[in-house]
């Protein structure tokens, strides 16, 4: 409960240091992050990946064979694309790419503004505090087998009274299960964690 609370801390200092959004895909493996958060333009982020863009960005192409922090206008990759001149028709004209981790285990991020570069101080911030979200978002090897139960009958469809009735349990018991499977996977609501373990095939 204590992370989620950090979590949202962390996270709103992001939102200060990126006034014109963020993605942030946290401890990607086998191609796919564990958890992704993103405040950009709705519309820019459904035609990222409508487009397939996270393919040919400038930025993740940095962030895999990189670690640290660098400006989007000082990225050296080839932009066929034009991702970030699409970016910027959406408010995210300036930009930091931030890489943290092990290739196995790597987090990367684009945070932007509208109105100008960002500055070495909040460069550095920005990867202080993207550097606290790594660490504190591991992702965990297994749900148990009661967690994983609990998930898997409302993500079919079924109430808590029925799920608890098919478990043997009470409700509360179910509602539960849930809590501490959202908390294991740093979901806030109980589809997100159905939506991480789905994706995570914890389920």
Do not use: C
Not at 151 to 162: P, S, W, Y
Request: zero cysteines; a neutral charge.
């Amino acid at each position: 409960m204590q992370w989620k609370t950090d979590l949202s801390e962390r996270l709103t200092i992001v939102d200060s240091l990126a006034p014109s959004g963020y993605a942030l895909g946290l401890h990607a493996r086998n191609g796919a992050p564990f958890m992704l958060l993103q405040t950009y333009d709705p519309e820019w982020s459904a035609k990222y990946v409508d487009e397939g863009y996270m393919m040919v960005d400038p930025l993740v192409l940095w962030g895999v064979q990189n670690e640290g922090a660098i400006r989007w206008s000082d990225l050296e990759f080839p932009d066929p694309h034009k991702v970030f001149a699409q970016a910027a028709s959406y408010g995210a004209k300036y930009g930091v790419a931030v890489s943290i981790g092990p290739i196995t285990s790597r987090s990367i991020g684009g945070f932007a503004r509208a109105d100008r570069e960002f500055t070495d101080t909040e460069m550095q911030h920005l990867l202080e505090v993207i550097t606290e979200i790594h660490l504190g978002t591991q992702p965990p090897k297994s749900l148990t087998p009661a967690q994983r139960a609990a998930l898997q009958l409302v993500a079919k469809g079924f109430r808590h009274a029925e799920a608890a009735a098919k478990l043997g349990i009470s409700e509360s018991a179910l509602k539960a299960r849930l809590s501490s499977a959202r908390d294991r996977l740093s979901a806030r609501t109980t589809s997100e964690a159905i939506q991480r373990a789905q994706e995570n095939r914890y389920i």
